[in-house]
């Protein structure tokens, strides 16, 4: 089946530093992939979405300047996290769709990557 | 905007045992699809089950069923015959047209021995 690799598992950054979060879909391509972000005990939060060639479109309330999300090929989409500071420590999960699937069969998660900043 | 709400912030259910987790929609599409998700520990999204709104049939995946009411917006999840494997958070999540999965807050299931 459809599998979707996400890299790093966890990080751990000082306070001003960027971290870049990877989503790559292994066995098909992915045109369209999606951030969600998690606190503990909380509901998956749509950040943005991505699309293969294009610019993301991000939900209301979500710094694009902060959260910069690139799609530059059909397998990989990438997040990063600029100047990151403490109120950014959260648990960051990437869904890519798979197309031949059929348009609401191929939601296929990644395993999350935990960021704490320190 | 569509909402999802899972009404249980816990539910607890004994070994072999059924559980029902509620969810309610709101959409004004006539077109959509919903699904439950369920997330261990691990925090790795598992699709347990997913139904088409325009199926009338209620969805089935071995001891997991849904009960869809497409009027009163209602689709809730039967677990049947309950193993310890099976607690976890359970999110509700509702799709329209390609867009991402609108997710409800969770219920966290435990299962009792």
């Known amino acids: 089946g459809a599998v979707v690799s996400q890299h790093p598992s966890w990080v751990i950054c000082k306070s001003g530093t960027s971290v870049k979060i990877e989503c790559r879909s292994l066995?098909?391509?992915?045109?369209?992939m999606f951030w969600y972000r998690q606190f503990p005990k909380q509901s998956l939060m749509l950040m943005a979405t991505?699309?293969?060639?294009?610019?993301?479109?991000?939900e209301q309330g979500v710094e694009k300047d902060k959260f910069l999300i690139n799609h530059a090929s059909l397998t990989l989409s990438t997040l990063t996290v600029t100047s990151a500071h403490p109120e950014d420590s959260s648990f960051y999960i990437c869904s890519a769709r798979d197309p031949d699937q059929g348009q609401h069969y191929g939601y296929t998660f990644g395993s999350g990557t935990r960021l704490t900043v320190v | 905007a569509q909402t999802v709400t899972q009404s249980q912030p816990e539910m607890s259910v004994q070994e072999a045992e059924t559980v029902t987790l509620s969810c309610t929609y709101d959409?004004?599409?006539?077109?959509?699809?919903l699904f439950w998700y369920k997330q261990p520990p691990s925090r790795q999204m598992i699709l347990v089950i997913r139904q088409e709104a325009y199926k009338q049939q209620n969805a089935t995946e071995n001891r997991f069923s849904v009960n869809f009411q497409k009027a009163a917006k209602s689709f809730s999840l039967k677990i049947s015959d309950s193993q310890l494997g099976d607690a976890a958070m359970y999110f509700c999540?509702?799709?329209?047209?390609?867009?991402?999965?609108?997710f409800g807050k969770g219920t966290s299931l435990l299962v009792t021995p």
């Open positions: 991505s699309n293969e060639g294009s610019k993301a479109t991000y």
């Open positions: 999540a509702y799709a329209n047209s390609g867009y991402a999965l609108n």
């Open positions: 959409t004004s599409e006539s077109d959509y699809y």
């Open positions: 066995d098909f391509q992915a045109t369209t």
